[in-house]
């Protein structure tokens, strides 16, 4: 059998007992097998049993991303990983705080702009605005290429959150 | 009497006895006195003293190899923990079952840069299959339980287990968790029935079947080498084992067709080469197995049957993936070939061997032992038959004589044979074998060695006096890093960059200083002498032989070429330019 050798971009999820070390393990086996990371997000759901939830989007061949699931799947915390992108429909989340700062048209026109995507305004002083805006990556890279020119000093991104659709849990 | 409080240590000691723990490999140090103590005031449990920790762990190593136990360590804090890593990593590649308890400073200092304080979590995590801190007292009996269902269990492995000095002191209650389910880690033992189906099938109706295996059916235990003897004496196929499946398939079976590999046999790999089938049993398609990924086994169809998912299509993309325990999917296996009365086609499997006899005609493992130059194959060969009839542990070091080793003993059954396969770890010979010693007492335990690796941990020469494991140290001496030297000769025209030892020490002497005994052999009229001696004697032996210096080891696939460009010999290495491609591997 011959592998395929085409990138593919992955959404996978991950739950893991939300206990010391965790995190560095899965970090690890990335950067210790080269596998990429394009975003990471973690934070406890289950607090009563202790589970986090880890979403993690990466890349690379089929036979690399079957590597990447069946590395996670034999960390000793992981209690289950579920790809969501092959595993069928799932919707994608990120959120993003974008600082733009300036004056005069340049200032009316982020407001115009942000309106469009409906970021919202969560700080603003006279000279500068924070944006919080929720929506796929792509929107998120749009919102934040259109804000160069109108003076974008600091942005800070979650990273991807995913669920799948349907009535079923992970 | 239940609830009575224990101290850490206590409990630790307890958890090891639970757990059938009977020796511990280890060295004292500011981070672990409680345990030490706790030792000291106890005698379930035998402790063998070390000389320096990464000894400790291939003690352990060797222990657990020819055991099916878990082998268990204690180290202290700081520095007895980074000397262990090299030990943790070499049990990890070859999925050995460990549980390596090392000592850490209090908690309150932790993150201090107190004195002897290492992150060991941090710098183990890479190495060891699952590591604990234990942090709080009640968390310690649970841990230590699991560290041992984890390190057994699916594909064995290392356990570390951090144990700041003040949760050793501190008070809390036991209890014996060793029977509890782990809430996530839980292997596949078996496979679906049809999974099994398409697999008999697939075998009954193959061409050119060869069974391929490895270090899995050894760790799955006796019965699954077993299971396999009987499978493949049914099909009637060939079979081939890897460096760490060596002994799972009766070496001297006349269906075995020796060691596949870089140093394998010509038959084994052209026949994985030639294979219109080839069934993996826990083995896990390495790079010294495959050579040359795109022209690995062109045309077969490949069932691979491993407990870690993770093994499969990862340098090799396989047909049918069946994940689950060696032993009990062989049994699957075997029931379900009986019970619909399957059978390989008589006249197709004719063919096929005849094929491989043609092969076996090259008769590629021949050497010529002319004159009174020992060669180092001829040193091996005589060592495997006087030693063949015994009880006997066989343990290796790292280079040609290890490769020499595989080729030329042969293990029928499992468990015999120690060697650092997947980390190739210079220096594990010696301590693995004093492991095995310990675990069996009677037994003849020999270390095949090279001058070089010997070197790396003669410390532990002390240590086998000490715990009184009488095992013999057999030393192809060429003086050279053999297999270094070898390497630059073929791929770095003989350019021996820094791989002849000069200043060796005197072996014999060595020997006597260390309160072993030394023996020597410079003629191949003396070989069998000093073995015959070397058996004899009940103490530590070293058995210094001096073997043809310039010797390599064939057959060779070099790296980055495929099974049929194999080097057979000397007049071989002439053709081989050896590919820049070839040159960047390892
Ligand atoms: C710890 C370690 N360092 C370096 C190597 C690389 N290496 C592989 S074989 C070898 C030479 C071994 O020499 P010797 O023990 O004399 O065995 P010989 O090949 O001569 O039989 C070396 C240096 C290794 N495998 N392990
Ligand atoms: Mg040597």
Redesign the pocket.
Known sequence: MVADSTIERHTIAVLVDNEAGVLARVIGLFSGRGYNIESLTVAEIDVADAISRITVVTSGTPQIIEQIKAQLDRLVPVHRVVDLTAEGASVERELALVKVAGKGNKRVEALRIADIFRARAIDSTHDSFVFEISGATEKLNAFIDLMVPLGLVDVSRTGVVAIARGKSAL | MADRKLTGSEMIIKALVNEGVDTVFGYPGGAVLPIYDAIFQQNQLKHVLVRQEGGAVHMAEGYARSTGKVGCVLVTSGPGATNAVTGLTDALMDSIPLVCLTGQVPTHMIGNDAFQEADTTGITRPCTKHNYLVKDIADLPRIMHEAFYVARSGRPGPVVIDLPKDIQMALGTYKDLSQVEHKTYRPRMKAEKTEIEKAVAMIAAAKKPLFYCGGGVINSGLKASKQLDRLIKLTGAPVTLTLMGLGAYPGTDKQFLGMLGMHGTYEANLAMHDADLIVAVGSRFDDRVTGRLNAFAPNSKKIHIDIDPSSINKNVMVDLPIVGDVGTILDQMLRVWKAKGLKTNPKVMKAWWKQIDGWRQRDCLKYNQTGSVIK?QYAIERLYEATKDRDCYITT??????MWAAQYYKFNEPKRWMTSGGL????YGLPAAIGVQVAHPEALVVDI??????L?NMQEMSTAVQCGAPVKVFI?N?Q?????RQWQELMHGSRYSESYTDALPDLVKLAEACHWVGLRATKAEEVDDVIQEMISIDRPVIADIWVDQKENCFPMIPSGAAHNEMLLGPDDEAQQSGSEEGMVLV
């Not at chain 2, 070091?397 to 290890?402: L, S």
């Open positions: 180092p070091e790292v280079g040609q004589h290890q190739g770890t210079m220096g060695s090279g001058e070089a690796s010997f790396m192809t060429n050279y890093m053999g297999m270094v």
